[in-house]
T-cell receptor
Framework: NAGVMQNPRHLVRRRGQEARLRCSPM?????VYWYRQLPEEGLKFMVY????????ESGMPKERFSAEFPKEGPSILRIQQVVRGDSAAYFC????????????FGPGTRLLVL | AQKVTQAQTEISVVEKEDVTLDCVYE???????LFWYKQPPSGELVFLIR??????QNEISGRYSWNFQKSTSSFNFTITASQVVDSAVYFC?????????FGAGTTVTVRA
């Protein structure tokens, strides 16, 4: 009865380093979403992926951020050359189908950039 | 554009009091979906309820109840006989397809 798994739960990086956040969806779910929670901005959609496809990345910053959901293995959100403004909670969610379906969230990864 | 407004920033109550959280939404779509999520102090996001725009039937689940009114574009949430464990941030969310638009959240503090 595993839910959405995310790791690491906490990640500390220095400015300029790379951050890799992992997400394993619920069993049987093929739709994965990433959201970012910033203190002053709230929860915002970043990207929607299906296996091997990026469906919508309209919420992703244009530079330094990328996401993938390979055929095998977890979905990865990658942030290159992190800056202090990237410090936030990053949540992954998954759903069984697409339209209007309930998205179940993982516990989140708290990224702190020093 | 879709927008969710949770006007109440913080609510503080004493245990066993009822708490009602307001949620007002804006959308031009005729088909849409509404959600409530809870974020306890431990930080995870917990799904509470989902409603589609064609289902205005209100629901009661244990101490939780929801009041969906399309005429006023509101989807309010009530906790009856609150408990300390209900202390959390509660988010209302709206989607047309897959992209959730969240409100700013309401922090509920239940004091013993």
């Amino acid at each position: 009865n595993a839910g959405v798994m995310q790791n690491p739960r906490h990640l500390v990086r220095r400015r300029g380093q790379e951050a890799r956040l992992r997400c394993s969806p619920m069993k049987g779910h093929s739709h994965v979403y990433w959201y970012r929670q910033l203190p002053e901005e709230g929860l915002k959609f970043m990207v929607y992926l299906q296996k091997e496809n990026i469906i919508d990345e309209s919420g992703m910053p244009k530079e330094r951020f990328s996401a993938e959901f390979p055929k095998e293995g977890p979905s990865i959100l990658r942030i290159q050359q992190v800056v202090r403004g990237d410090s936030a909670a990053y949540f992954c969610a998954s759903s069984l189908y697409r339209q209007g379906e309930t998205q179940y969230f993982g516990p989140g990864t708290r990224l702190l950039v020093l | 554009a879709q927008k969710v407004t949770q006007a109440q920033t913080e609510i503080s109550v004493v245990e066993k009091e009822d708490v009602t959280l307001d949620c007002v939404y804006e959308t031009r779509d005729t088909t849409y979906y509404l959600f409530w999520y809870k974020q306890p102090p431990s930080g995870e996001l917990v799904f509470l309820i989902r409603r589609n725009s064609f289902d205005e039937q209100n629901e009661i689940s244990g101490r939780y109840s929801w009041n969906f009114q399309k005429s006023t574009s509101s989807f309010n949430f009530t906790i009856t006989a609150s408990q300390v464990v209900d202390s959390a941030v509660y988010f209302c969310a709206l989607s047309r397809d897959y992209k959730l638009s969240f409100g700013a959240g309401t922090t509920v503090t239940v004091r013993a």
